[in-house]
Antibody
Framework: QITLKESGPTLVKPTQTLTLTCTFSGFSLSTNGVGMGWIRQPPGKALEWLALIFWDNDKRYSPSLKSRLTITRDTSKNQVVLTMTNIDPVDRATYYC??????????WGQGALVTVSS | EIVLTQSPGTLSLSPGERATLSCRASQSVSSNYLAWYQQKPGQAPRLFIFGASSRATGIPDRFSGSGSGTDFTLTISRLEPEDFGVYYCQQYGSSPQTFGQGTKVEIK
């Protein structure tokens, strides 16, 4: 059974750095063809892809947010971490951790709502 | 970046009716790498269709995907009460992968 769960702060102050952790089970990020991604969704709005990390540790970022994002993995702990610097109120969203399987996102976490306020 | 435009924005239908959702891309989607997701309120999206026409595990056959190039369609042959929600298309053939703005399927 594949599960993914996001964890991190629910409230972040403007200009701070947001760190989100995804803990997963039921598969290995070392398996060829597997990746882990982060996608966010502002309240009432559409989905926005943020970052991907692949089985070979290759990484991809959304061009519009690339300068603020870092994605890393700890294969021994089955965790993927996303950091986003210089948080702004427009970054308020539900952040989803997802499994990437040769293209589509086939498993999703429940999501973590992050609010930005001083 | 490929922009995906979904139409209509909202589809109001009754159970048993046929639903046709459109996803149009600003450029050709490589290898028809187009997926559809369903999202219900308060839940994460769920993968329904990948590769434009392949159903994901557990998705009933009343759901079908079609299209190629820049025009794609998700068809629900006979709506069931559990089919209502927001449907998003996503292209993963070009980087960055992008999502459409969604089509809400609601009960009439």
């Amino acid at each position: 059974q594949i599960t993914l769960k996001e964890s991190g702060p629910t409230l972040v102050k403007p200009t701070q750095t947001l760190t989100l952790t995804c803990t997963f089970s039921g598969f290995s990020l070392s398996t060829n063809g597997v990746g882990m991604g982060w996608i966010r969704q502002p309240p009432g709005k559409a989905l926005e892809w943020l970052a991907l990390i692949f089985w070979d540790n290759d990484k991809r970022y959304s061009p519009s947010l690339k300068s603020r994002l870092t994605i890393t993995r700890d294969t021994s702990k089955n965790q993927v971490v996303l950091t986003m610097t210089n948080i702004d109120p427009v970054d308020r969203a539900t952040y989803y951790c997802t499994r990437w399987w040769r293209g589509p996102f086939d498993y999703w976490g429940q999501g973590a709502l992050v609010t930005v306020s001083s | 970046e490929i922009v995906l435009t979904q139409s209509p924005g909202t589809l109001s239908l009754s159970p048993g009716e046929r639903a046709t959702l459109s996803c149009r891309a600003s450029q050709s989607v490589s290898s028809n790498y187009l997926a559809w997701y369903q999202q219900k309120p308060g839940q994460a999206p769920r993968l329904f269709i990948f590769g434009a026409s392949s159903r994901a595990t557990g998705i009933p056959d009343r759901f079908s995907g079609s299209g190629s190039g820049t025009d794609f369609t998700l068809t629900i042959s006979r709506l069931e009460p559990e089919d209502f929600g927001v449907y998003y298309c996503q292209q993963y053939g070009s980087s960055p992968q992008t999502f459409g703005q969604g089509t809400k399927v609601e009960i009439k």
